[in-house]
């Protein structure tokens, strides 16, 4: 049985820096797979932040993140994922998925979809806290 966990979140002052990590176990390789990841704040529709499509050679971030956040693959575990957060700012307050699919190619696409939770595959998430 697949599973993706993420962990990493917590709570942070305006200005700074969280790192999450996706981590995969069951039989999957996320090399294959189109991950995202999708923050949903309070009161708020899931929003896809940073997607990276499994053939691209560069994500896509939403413009409420781009140049902030980064997200990558582990070079040397292929069932891991990263999202690195800097400059965080309140409205980054919410619990954040990793989610994972075949059939998307397009890390763009991927992201315009406002739910994690319809792809092949989506964690439990993790909960950020941005607040002085």
């Known amino acids: 049985q697949v599973q993706l966990v993420e962990s990493g979140g917590g709570l942070v002052q305006p200005g700074g820096s969280l790192r999450l990590s996706c981590a995969a176990s069951?039989?999957?390789?996320?090399?294959?797979?189109?991950i995202g990841w999708f923050r949903q704040a309070p009161g708020k529709d899931p929003e896809g932040v940073a997607c990276f499509g499994h053939s691209e050679g560069s994500p896509f971030y939403s413009d409420s993140v781009k140049g902030r956040f980064t997200v990558s693959r582990d070079k040397d575990n292929n069932t891991v994922v990263y999202l690195e957060m800097n400059s965080l700012k309140p409205e980054d307050t919410g619990d954040y998925y990793c989610?994972?699919?075949?059939?998307?190619?397009?890390?763009?696409?991927?992201?315009?979809?406002?739910?994690?939770?319809?792809?092949?595959?989506w964690g439990q998430g993790t909960q950020v806290t941005v607040t002085s």
């Open positions: 989610a994972a699919d075949l059939d998307i190619s397009s890390g763009q696409r991927m992201c315009g979809v406002t739910s994690p939770f319809a792809f092949d595959y």
């Open positions: 069951g039989f999957i390789i996320l090399d294959y797979y189109t």
